[in-house]
């Protein structure tokens, strides 16, 4: 579900009626702090999409709402990174998506490794920050019996990397090898097993 956002009421309820109805994964960080709460004890997702909220704030022309959700209900890019670290807080499972569209693609795929960083900067390891783009994204989906961890018995959906990921996620952008479903993916195609 959508979290909130220019068509939510004052004050906000857009979020706490999508999670009182039964959603399994709020988009966007655009709740009271209280809802996180009620989210933390149902057990939902959040996909916090920060580096989305940042690009728009330093290109409000993108989406002219922006200037009125910063100026008339006072939100800002610090106050969804301390809905990040109250999520974090709460043990809520977060993962990692940009909700670019769009003009907005042409920022991809960095965006989405920006997105990565940005989780690192507001306290999570590398490797908390990895498990939310496979592990917590696969969980999100509904399909963590069979994606998400190298595991007996899952889809073999990996890259190989030239890179140690912990260090940078930079070799992310470019592996040496990607297979999905245990066949190895070229440019040109899926090679034969």
Known sequence: ?????????????????????????IEHLYMPVADLDLIAERKIQIVPTLQIMKLLYESPQVIPTMEYLEHQRGWSMAMHEELFRQARKRHIVMGIGTDAIVELMAHYPRMYFDEMEYFVSLGMSRMETIAAATKNGAAILGHEKDLGTIEKGKLADLQVLDGNPLD???PLSHPSLVMIGGSVVRAGGVEPR
């Open 168 to 170: 940078s996620f930079q």
């Open 1 to 25: 579900s959508h979290g909130g956002g220019f068509s939510d009421s004052e004050p906000p309820e857009m979020t706490r009626r999508a999670v009182l109805a039964g959603v399994q994964c």
